[in-house]
């Protein structure tokens, strides 16, 4: 008897530890680990990115909403790297990283948030939000790729600023949203100078861009209006909605009307729904699968005879923007966001 009920235990006890490595193996899946280190950027080659997250010894100041893909997090004081997964904090001095066919969404204690296209990294520099002083302040430095800033205005908040770093241009401040691309030079000579942005309606000027000979910025105006200077050239000049305007080493561009079809391809490309969006979404589909089918009659009836190829409905090329537009600016996101990014306050 004793026997039968040692054997049981034990195939109780392997069971056991059996989900739970199929469990673990589910989770660092789901962080990446199917990413092969050839797919890694060239500044991530030689680090040992780690399929789980690590926490450094400082507070939170932001939470990763949405991934698709792989990610990966960069802690800047300690040099260690981890595939992050939704749900994770951010904070001070992290990069972020999304891979080829990659996407990520980030919200932060401040209500503002960033959509990172694929192939893109942003560093994290500074992020403060003094409820005593009602006040806050972000800075971001952004090597590559292309990303959609969202700055929300709050009623707590008497002095607002923010800035994006690139090496040759670009950002903005105080309720924009506006979208920032940093991509390969066109060949033009470099110049090593700096390069400032400010918010038309707040007063200051903030340090965005060392100019370098290999990548060039192009900012795009969706929300809001955002002064650009150049200290190569001296020249001040203004993004507004619908606007875009190109900074090379050579100086300040010309403010231009944006295409139509760069704008909805960068909305495109920038595009990564909220938990509230993506469960409401899954929800749609569902009630649209469990529908159930309505027998044709008369006409339909014999068309359905006649045609086995299915028409495909037409998509309406505005509807991402809309859902960009609807989360650009909202303070109030899904219940669930909130109690995280409460916690991570706490």
């Known amino acids: ?147 959609m800033f969202y700055v929300v205005p709050l009623f707590r908040h008497k002095n607002i600023s923010a800035s994006v770093k690139t090496k040759t241009a670009v950002a903005g401040v105080r309720g924009t949203k506006f979208g920032v691309e940093v991509r390969k030079a066109s060949g033009r000579l470099a110049q090593n100078e700096p390069l400032y942005i400010a918010d038309a309606s707040d007063s200051g000027l903030y340090l965005v861009a060392q100019a370098n000979n290999d990548t060039e910025t192009v900012v795009h105006g969706f929300e809001g209006m955002v002064d650009v200077l150049s200290t190569i050239d001296g020249i001040i000049q203004t993004i507004a909605k619908g606007q875009s305007l190109l900074m090379t080493m050579i100086g300040s561009g010309i403010v231009e009307p944006t295409d139509p079809a760069i704008a909805q391809q960068f909305i495109n490309d920038t595009n990564v729904p909220s938990p509230g969006e993506l469960g409401a979404a ?22 359905a005879d006649t045609h086995d190829i299915t028409t495909p409905s037409t998509t309406d090329t505005g509807s991402t923007e809309v859902t960009q537009d609807q989360t650009a600016i909202s303070v109030e996101e899904t219940a669930n966001n909130l109690d995280q990014l409460d916690q991570l306050v706490d």
Do not use: W
């Open 1 to 147: 008897m004793k026997r039968y009920i040692f054997v049981a235990l034990a195939a109780i006890t392997l069971l056991f530890f059996g989900f739970q490595t199929a469990f673990c193996q589910a989770n660092t899946d789901a962080r990446g680990n199917a990413a092969p280190s050839e797919a890694l950027p060239e500044d991530l080659k030689g680090l040992d990115v780690k399929d789980y997250f690590i926490a450094p010894e400082a507070e939170p100041i932001g939470l990763i909403q949405t991934v698709t893909g792989h990610v990966v997090v960069l802690h800047g004081e300690t040099n260690e790297a981890y595939f992050v997964a939704q749900g994770d904090a951010v904070f001070q001095q992290d990069a972020l990283f999304t891979l080829e066919e990659s996407r990520c969404r980030v919200r932060f204690i401040s209500e503002d948030v960033i959509t990172m296209g694929e192939d893109a990294r942003i560093d994290i520099e500074e992020l403060v939000d003094d409820h005593e002083l009602q006040r806050k302040k972000s800075t971001f430095n952004m090597l590559r790729g292309k990303a």
């Open 282 to 303: 899954a929800v749609e589909r569902k009630a649209v699968e469990e529908k159930p089918a309505v027998a044709p009659t008369g006409k339909e009836a014999a068309a």
